[in-house]
């Protein structure tokens, strides 16, 4: 079992930046961020493969949300630009087992962070 330990949330104003890492005990194949807002379901973010970076995002954060690996450290962050009140949450690291890009159901991933709350003030 991997250990998963986010960091880095935080309160910021709309149009703000935060980065969050995700530090692992070890090493699976493919890392993810969740987030679950009050009343919501969670909600699949953006997710990145070890080997090689490839990386996969939701619509609602493409093009302003970065997941980024550092295999040194075995950390994996995400970079959140153009935050908007709707992007409150609290954020969750995930990992799994297999290769394969693009898995945004929250349950094919086995191992999970404590989270960090994200909160975006209008």
């Known amino acids: 079992q991997v250990q998963l330990v986010e960091s880095g949330g935080g309160l910021v104003p709309a149009g703000g930046s935060l980065r969050l890492s995700c530090a692992a005990s070890?090493?699976?194949?493919?890392m993810g961020w969740f987030r679950q807002a009050p009343g919501k379901e969670r909600e699949f973010v953006a997710t990145?493969?070890?080997?090689?970076?490839?990386?996969y995002y939701a619509d609602s954060v493409k093009g302003r949300f970065t997941i980024s690996r550092n295999n040194a450290k075995n950390t994996v962050y995400l970079q959140m630009n153009s935050l908007k009140p709707e992007d409150t949450a609290v954020y969750y690291c995930a990992a799994k087992y297999g290769g394969l890009i693009g898995i945004t159901d929250a349950k094919e991933y086995p191992n999970w962070g404590q989270g960090t709350q994200v909160t975006v003030s209008s």
């Open positions: 990145i493969r070890w080997s090689d970076g490839v990386t």
């Open positions: 070890g090493r699976t194949f493919t």
